[in-house]
Structure formats: C-alpha cells, structure tokens
C-alpha cells in the first residue's frame, strides 16, 4: 500500500500504449528491465537485447517462434468490448505490423491467437548482427496496475471490501477509458464474488506477462486449473535445483520433491 499511497505512479490512459516503445518507462512502470536493438549480441552473449520479441512472435513469414500461446479459454476470459483484448492478442485476420496479415497459412501453424504485447516489426529489427536476441521491448516486471490488484486482494482478504472494489475500479476505469458502456464498476460484490472479480481483472490485465503461473500457485489453484497439463501438487511449485548446486554444497542442498 505503501506505493499507492505515495502518488508516485500512475495508469497510462490508453492500455494499448504500454507495451509500445512509446509506452516504455511510462507512468506506471515500477520495475523495467531496459533492453536496446543495437547491440550486436549472439545466442552465446545477449549483451543489450531480448530474446522475447522474437520467442512471442508467430511463425512462418513473421521470424519468430511461437511461445506463449494464447489460448481459447484466456480470450473469452475478457468481457465484450474490453478493449484489452485488442492489445494483447492478435487474431486471425489482424494486420501484424509490417510482417504482413496473420493467416494460419502465413505461420504455418494451428494457433488461432499471437501475443500482442512482445511484437515488434520487421524495420525494428537491429541493423547488424543477428536480429533474433536484439530486441528492444522492454520486460515490465511490475506494472502499477499489478500493485494495485495486489491491494484490491490483499484489502479483500483482511476484511475491508469496500478497498478491494476500489482498487480494483481504478483499473477498469483506465481500461475502458471513457467508454460508460462497458467494463462496469464494482459496487456490490461481496464475498467470492469479489474475490472472483479481482482474480479476473489480474488475468485480463496481465495476461501474457507472466504472472500467471505464479498467481494460481500462490492462491492455492495450480493443482485445478492445470491439472490437464500435468501440475502435481507438493513438487510442481518449485523447480528442480541443479545437481551441480547439490554436489557443491557437499550435500548441505538436497533435491527438491518430485524431481
């Protein structure tokens, strides 16, 4: 709370604007990792560019690889005419940038959606060296949006739901920037219904930016929700710890379960 209540930090009016090069350091940013597309890096020395531009984008005609998938259930998560949408996730039939118009055809591959957020166009790319870890998208680790949702559970889990509604307001207020028809307030929600509420907002807000995973590990829902991509309660919440790690510390670090 302690950030909220220093005033430091702002929502950027227009959602779509943050993860442009524009929107980079905006007025929400708590936390960037800077990167640059003139650096000249390689797979062995990434030096000042990101691997993400071109992990997150399609296939085929559009150079990249295709990770981070969007998937059915993730867009129809959003409420109709939540504008969040349209700058996260590209669909078929959208223009993407100057790579050209995304086909199933053009990737080559079944994925019906694209990440938004990571893209970047072709005349973007760094001049000299390989392209491919020269991105210049910034990572935005903390977003103040992220903050503020974390107030809005926190305020609902200590008892004070009139907080948590608030909180969670300011958000969609900036996401459906003036638009009265869609993206209502909260105002009566209570109890799981609120609690539900916020969660939505988190995974429309930040979807794609990795926080995911480690939002339903912490809220105790990993073992449902991803119970059809083989999550396993008890091991899946950590990661295993290199064996290396183990011999070095002569046995003082032992293996995490499950692994």
Same mark, same amino acid.
């Given at each position: 709370?302690?950030?909220?209540?220093?005033?430091?930090?702002?929502?950027?009016?227009?959602?779509?604007?943050?993860?442009?090069?524009?929107?980079?350091?905006?007025?929400?940013?708590?936390?960037?990792?800077?990167?640059?597309?003139?650096?000249?890096?390689?797979? $062995?020395?990434?030096?000042?560019?990101?691997?993400?531009?071109?992990?997150?984008?399609?296939?085929?005609?559009?150079?990249?690889? $295709?990770?981070?998938?969007?998937?059915?259930?993730?867009?129809?998560?959003?409420?109709?005419?939540?504008?969040?949408?349209?700058?996260?996730?590209?669909?078929?039939?959208?223009?993407?940038?100057?790579?050209?118009?995304?086909?199933?055809?053009?990737?080559?591959?079944?994925?019906?959606?694209?990440?938004?957020?990571?893209?970047?166009?072709?005349?973007?790319?760094?001049?000299?060296?390989?392209?491919?870890?020269?991105?210049?998208?910034?990572?935005?680790?903390?977003?103040?949006?992220?903050?503020?949702?974390? $107030?809005?559970?926190?305020?609902?889990?200590?008892?004070?739901?009139?907080?948590?509604?608030?909180?969670?307001?300011?958000?969609?207020?900036?996401?459906?920037?003036?638009?009265?028809?869609?993206?209502?307030?909260?105002?009566?929600?209570?109890?799981?219904?609120?609690?539900?509420?916020?969660?939505?907002?988190?995974?429309?807000?930040?979807?794609?930016?990795?926080?995911?995973?480690?939002?339903?590990?912490?809220?105790?829902?990993?073992?449902?929700?991803?119970?059809?991509?083989?999550?396993?309660?008890?091991?899946?919440?950590?990661?295993?710890?290199?064996?290396?790690?183990?011999?070095?510390?002569?046995?003082?670090?032992?293996?995490?379960?499950?692994?």
């Amino acid at each position: 709370m302690a950030i909220i209540q220093s005033q430091e930090y702002f929502l950027d009016p227009d959602y779509a604007n943050i993860f442009t090069e524009a929107g980079e350091n905006g007025p929400g940013s708590i936390w960037e990792i800077q990167y640059m597309n003139a650096s000249g890096g390689n797979w $062995g020395n990434q030096l000042e560019g990101t691997f993400t531009n071109v992990w997150q984008r399609a296939r085929g005609q559009f150079g990249g690889y $295709g990770f981070n998938i969007p998937e059915q259930d993730f867009v129809d998560e959003f409420e109709d005419g939540d504008p969040r949408l349209a700058a996260t996730v590209f669909q078929v039939g959208d223009q993407m940038g100057d790579r050209g118009t995304f086909t199933l055809e053009a990737t080559g591959m079944p994925h019906a959606y694209y990440s938004k957020k990571f893209f970047i166009n072709a005349s973007d790319e760094a001049p000299f060296g390989d392209p491919n870890p020269n991105g210049y998208s910034n990572d935005r680790v903390i977003r103040y949006a992220d903050v503020l949702l974390f $107030g809005a559970e926190s305020a609902f889990y200590l008892g004070d739901e009139a907080l948590a509604r608030q909180l969670t307001n300011i958000v969609r207020a900036r996401a459906r920037n003036n638009n009265s028809a869609i993206l209502p307030n909260l105002s009566s929600e209570t109890g799981q219904e609120l609690l539900d509420a916020i969660l939505h907002e988190r995974r429309v807000e930040l979807g794609l930016e990795g926080h995911r995973f480690f939002d339903l590990v912490r809220q105790g829902r990993a073992a449902d929700e991803l119970a059809d991509l083989g999550f396993t309660a008890g091991v899946n919440e950590v990661f295993p710890i290199p064996e290396v790690e183990i011999t070095l510390s002569g046995g003082l670090i032992t293996q995490n379960n499950g692994y």
